[in-house]
Antibody, heavy 122, light 106 residues
């Protein structure tokens, strides 16, 4: 059974950088058949996919156009986890952030983290 | 960029059938996945690749996909099916979610 455990701060100041981590159990971040995504949810934006990282003989990243200039998603193979960094935060980045595993063949997001409410406020 | 449309809300009488449409340009050629989300919880996959149920999802949940519309069907609706439902596809290398439909069981 795959489990994803999120960690990171719930309150970040405007203009600062958000850092969240998603620890994986029951699978491997270097799997050749999985992808690892970050998704956020707010009342104004609904579910918004932010980006993903995955390994297919080398590491790849895809990022949503809306955050491409501010985002970085990185794997940590030594700890079997992946992280999200989102910089230049504004109050519009306030949301619940989720990590999720994607199955490579179908693209289904079959396992999700518990969610982290991130508030951007001074 | 690819867009998905869903009705804001759908109501269904207890024990009856709810159908939730998800519209998109030529969505019939894409794999459509559906998620159920209850308040305060993470989304849960209920249908993948148009019409497949993950283990543990009741047979009452089914899906179809053709042309410009995919549909999630909930048969014999129960009170516990009240939730928000989201469709999702991949457009090239980007993940797209629908805006979500709130299902109310009357």
């Amino acid at each position: 059974q795959v489990q994803l455990q999120q960690s990171g701060p719930g309150l970040v100041k405007p203009s600062q950088t958000l850092s969240l981590t998603c620890a994986i159990s029951g699978d491997n971040v270097s799997s050749n058949s999985a992808t690892w995504s970050w998704i956020r949810q707010s009342p104004s934006r609904g579910l918004e996919w932010l980006g993903r990282t995955y390994y297919r003989s080398k590491w790849y990243n895809d990022y949503a156009v809306s955050v491409k200039s501010r985002i970085s998603i990185n794997p940590d193979t030594s700890k079997n986890q992946f992280s999200l960094q989102l910089n230049s935060l504004t109050p519009e980045d306030t949301a619940v952030y989720y990590c999720a595993r994607g199955e490579g063949a179908t693209g289904k997001l079959d396992y999700w983290g518990q969610g982290t409410l991130v508030t951007v406020s001074s | 960029s690819y867009e998905l449309t869903q009705p804001l809300s759908v109501s269904v009488a207890l024990g009856q059938t709810a159908r939730i449409p998800c519209g998109g340009n030529n969505i019939g050629i894409k794999n459509v996945h559906w998620y159920q989300q209850k308040p305060g919880q993470a989304p849960v996959l209920v249908i993948y690749r148009d019409n497949n149920r993950p283990s543990g999802i009741p047979e009452r949940f089914s899906g179809s996909n053709s042309g410009n519309t995919a549909t999630l069907t909930i048969s014999r609706a129960q009170a516990g099916d009240e939730a928000d439902y989201y469709c999702q596809v991949w457009d090239n290398r980007f993940c797209v979610f629908g805006p979500g439909t709130k299902v109310t069981v009357l």
